[in-house]
């Protein structure tokens, strides 16, 4: 059994493997691979393309999806050790996780940061907690990452250019109103780097820096791979010579759990946008 929680625990051979298989799949789409299987669907965040696509995808291999709603349709769920459970949570994290395992073949969840502290958030505890009580296999729909959405972003990318080795690759922050998760930002990095891209990181100032771990990451990956990886906070450098560019937003690490303080200056960026000036660059 190997779960799904984050790309970094998987090798290039191996996503690939998936790359091939979903390759077919997108032209064979009836199987009957999940034939007499269940899958469990937590979402503890809403959800649009990502619900979708798995019930879609389950339902076309065959199989059943189980969608639940924690403290909507289903008992809120306590995720810390030796909790006294006097509040508003009903199940333990250690028996929603077994029971769950012995009525279906897999699990999946979303759970968003909450954004209250950096460490919580990066320590991923939700989905990390349902894979150590877990039976069977867990797979990530998205928290601090998005490993689910790298597959389909590297997909694509193969299918238009084939072969990415050696291509330059950037990851541009724009701007957006609301504070969003990095999760796909850290998921395109590690991608990116590790399908022996050079990679390329914009954001308007060091306050939109992500996490030093995936920097971290794409920077060995890129190591591994004998490409480059580069930060840069000029629009100009950051779009010339580029092959892909790969247009996200996301909030500041750097004013966790301070929204209005963080608009403030996310606002004096809302030229860091992708429009037809950027060819000028290239």
Not at 40 to 54: D, E, G, H, Q
Not at 144 to 155: N, S
Not at 224 to 251: C, L, P, Q, R
Request: proline fraction near 3%; hydrophobic fraction near 35%; include cysteine.
């Amino acid at each position: 059994m190997k779960n799904f929680i984050t790309t970094k625990d998987w090798s290039k051979f191996e996503i690939q493997e998936i790359l091939d298989y979903s390759k077919y799949l997108k032209t064979n789409k009836f199987q009957s691979t999940l034939q007499d299987k269940s899958v469990a669907l937590l979402f503890f965040n809403p959800s649009m393309r990502t619900r979708t696509s798995f019930e879609i995808g389950i339902q076309q291999l065959g199989g059943i999806a189980v969608v639940l709603h924690p403290g909507k349709d289903a008992w809120p769920i306590e995720f810390k050790s030796d909790q006294i459970m006097n509040n508003e949570s009903e199940e333990h994290i250690k028996e929603v996780a077994q029971v769950l395992s012995e009525y279906c073949d897999l699990i999946a969840v979303r759970a968003f940061p909450k954004f209250e502290t950096l460490e919580e958030d990066l320590s991923d505890n939700v989905i990390k907690s349902f894979a150590k009580y877990s039976s069977v296999p867990v797979i990530n729909m998205e928290t601090i990452t998005h490993p689910c959405q790298e597959l389909a972003h590297i997909l694509t990318l193969q299918e238009k250019f084939g072969d990415l080795s050696g291509k330059n690759y950037l990851l541009t922050w724009t701007y957006h109103p609301k504070a969003l998760n990095t999760a796909v930002a850290n998921s395109a990095l590690m991608i990116a780097s590790k399908f022996g891209m050079n990679v390329k990181l914009l954001c308007p100032t060091e306050d939109y820096l992500l996490h030093e771990s995936f920097l971290d990451e794409a920077n060995l990956q890129c190591e591994n791979n004998k490409t480059t990886f580069e930060i840069t906070h000029d629009i100009y450098s950051g779009y010339k010579d580029t092959d892909i560019v790969y247009a996200k937003s996301w909030g500041s690490i750097n004013f966790y759990n301070d929204p209005e303080n963080e608009k403030i200056i996310r606002d004096k960026y809302k030229h860091f946008i992708v429009d037809s000036k950027k060819n000028e660059y290239d």
